[in-house]
């Protein structure tokens, strides 16, 4: 099985309610936020790559009816992109196709924050809002147990790429597959405490990209497939498809 190409996905994150995936609270002190999100070394909130990663492929497997699938069978359209466990025989499912960077603010984003501008202006803390919340007794109606949340607040936007390694032909099916769990996690939420409201998400200003073979050899940089949204990309695919098969075809 040989490497024939790599497809880039680059895209903007959207929150389009107030986001939380959850960090380390050890180092808490009396009267901070309870429940924190994960940070970089420089205090700025960011996705993890394995949480993009987890949720789409989570969002897959429902589809399919397959609950934590590490079968590693070749067949398994969700073990060939995502992988296996380390204690799995992956020989038959080969390579993981697809890699997930993490996601960090945008450079507007971020200065508007630090600036406290647009949106922003409001923002309790540097990068992050707190919300309050409460257990209700549904039976006395009393508030128990408040706490405080830690959120990024709506509208902030974090740059994310997505690298799908093409082995073989059927890889561009398996990639408008992942296509489909990028549109399902829109139509569900990333992160925790979905039920009541948080991390409704967007991929905005999609682009798509393929470097060959051939373009490593000869120094030669990614071309652009597809720029648009999300949505008009699976209405496109045949036309991409062309592209991406006239593209490989110099192989």
């Known amino acids: 099985m040989r490497l024939m190409g790599k497809l ?19 180092d808490a002190a009396i009267g901070d936020i309870d429940n924190s999100v994960i940070k ?7 996705i993890p790559g394995s949480s ?15 609950n934590l699938c590490d079968c590693g069978k070749k067949t398994c359209k969700i073990c060939v992109i995502f992988g296996t466990g380390a204690n799995k025989r992956t020989e038959e499912a080969g390579p993981t196709r697809l890699i997930v960077r993490d996601c960090h603010l945008s450079e507007e984003t971020r ?28 039976l006395t109606s009393r508030a128990d147990n408040p706490r405080q949340t830690e959120r990024v607040p709506q509208g902030a936007e974090f740059d994310c790429q997505m690298v799908f390694n093409l082995m073989e032909m059927q890889d561009i099916e398996r990639f408008y597959y992942l296509i489909l769990g ?3 996690l829109e139509d569900d939420y990333l992160g925790g405490s979905g039920s009541r409201g948080y991390g409704r998400i967007e991929f905005k200003d999609l682009q798509i990209a393929v470097k060959t073979i051939t373009d490593y050899e000869g120094t ?16 496109s695919k045949e036309q991409f498809k062309q592209k991406l098969l006239e593209k490989l075809g110099a192989e």
């Open 40 to 46: 970089t070394s420089e205090g700025v909130p960011y």
């Open 220 to 235: 030669n940089e990614a071309e652009v497939l597809y720029e648009g949204s999300l949505k008009d990309f699976i209405k």
């Open 52 to 66: 993009l990663k987890g949720k789409v492929r989570s969002l897959l497997e429902k589809k399919e009816d397959k």
């Open 182 to 184: 990028l549109e399902l």
């Open 8 to 26: 880039f996905i680059n895209s903007k994150i959207k929150a389009l309610t107030g986001l939380h995936i959850g960090g380390s609270t050890t």
């Open 111 to 138: 200065r508007k924050m630090e600036n406290r501008e647009g949106e922003f202006k409001d923002l309790e803390l540097i990068y992050t809002e707190g919300k309050w919340e409460n257990t209700i007794d549904r």
